[in-house]
């Protein structure tokens, strides 16, 4: 019983990733559009995480914060988008089973490292707007570095049980993931046998942590309105609003598309729609990040002409 146990579970021993079925004409298309957005979401969030090391302007939490965001974004598209452009020219598109879960791992805990990076900015606008006299005296140098390290390794401890328990799960076949990653609801659904208990404890954490990081951030932002609405100067109100509107565009747009997706696998949306909302999340939100932070941020903007024009003068 168990050596036959053993065998199912190995007798798959790579995946199909179908991503998006098309004619060859457009397999080289999406590989041209989304090279374009990945050499360009490489670029933006390159940028911003120079402008915030050169500039020392930038040494403060906010933007070292923002700088390591940048990065986390650099390592999150990092997982999927090349893997994807490698399947559209190719016709066999395999995935091994240990490179499928590697992706499946990496990919999720640094999202999940992203949702808490957003809390602790969001945190970081709460002191400094509203106990800006406390601001200094509590976010020091040490609490700085301690919550940079909290955001990029928290993620990576909790997605071990997720993707232990979902790759102990039976695999005899069929491989083939109607998906462009590794993405757990579909690799569930492959599974040879439907175990409720993976599928409840996967669930109620997506549930716990997105939901429980998402009104995280919705209060502090509305304690931070609240306390921008009460100041007496307009200038001080535009530059706050400005900040927070950056913070709050970049927020929806990776929980909106997230929460549609992972809150409540069992409710089941159509295969394309899935892919889409992916694509969302995965690819177009780093791509955005970078333009809805620096264009909305005098700081920012000043900083990335002072870094890329010195590049240019020191070239010259």
Excluded at 18 to 27: I, K, L, R, V
Excluded at 51 to 73: K, Q, W
Excluded at 210 to 228: D, E, P, R
Excluded at 231 to 251: D, E, G, Q, Y
Aim: hydrophobic share 45%.
């Amino acid at each position: 019983m168990n050596e036959s146990s053993r065998e199912n579970i190995n007798s798959v021993s790579y995946f199909i990733l179908m991503g998006f079925p098309s004619s060859p004409e457009m397999q080289f298309l999406f590989f041209g559009l989304f090279s374009v957005a990945y050499i360009l979401t490489l670029t933006g969030n390159t940028a911003i995480a120079c402008a915030v090391r050169c500039d020392h302007r930038l040494h403060t939490p906010m933007y070292i914060f923002l700088g390591n965001f940048s990065l986390l974004e650099i390592c999150y598209i990092t997982t999927t988008v090349p893997n994807m452009l490698v399947n559209f020219l190719s016709t066999s598109k395999v995935i091994s089973f240990v490179s499928c879960f590697a992706q499946f791992y990496f990919f999720f805990s640094l999202g999940c490292d992203e949702g808490l990076y957003l809390c602790i900015m969001a945190s970081d606008r709460y002191l400094a707007i509203c106990r800006p006299l406390h601001y200094p005296r509590i976010m020091t140098r040490r609490l700085c570095t301690g919550l940079v390290i909290f955001g990029w390794s928290s993620g990576f401890i909790l997605f071990v049980t997720p993707v232990v328990l979902i790759s102990q799960l039976p695999y005899c076949g069929p491989n083939i993931i109607n998906h462009f990653i590794c993405d757990p609801v579909p690799l569930m659904m492959l599974s040879c046998s439907k175990d409720t208990t993976t599928q409840f404890t996967y669930s109620t954490f997506n549930v716990v942590f997105m939901i429980g990081t998402f009104l995280f951030i919705l209060c502090s932002y509305a304690l931070v309105i609240l306390a921008v609405l009460r100041m007496p100067s307009a200038a001080s109100k535009r530059k706050a609003f400005s900040t927070c509107a950056s913070h709050l565009a970049v927020v929806f747009l990776f929980y909106g598309s997230i929460m549609v997706m992972y809150v409540s696998p069992g409710s089941r949306q159509p295969v394309e729609v899935q892919k889409i909302v992916t694509l969302f999340y995965s690819v177009i939100t780093p791509l955005c990040n970078p333009l809805i932070y620096s264009l909305r941020n005098k700081e920012m903007k000043a900083a990335l002409r002072k870094t890329f024009g010195t590049e240019t003068a020191h070239k010259m």
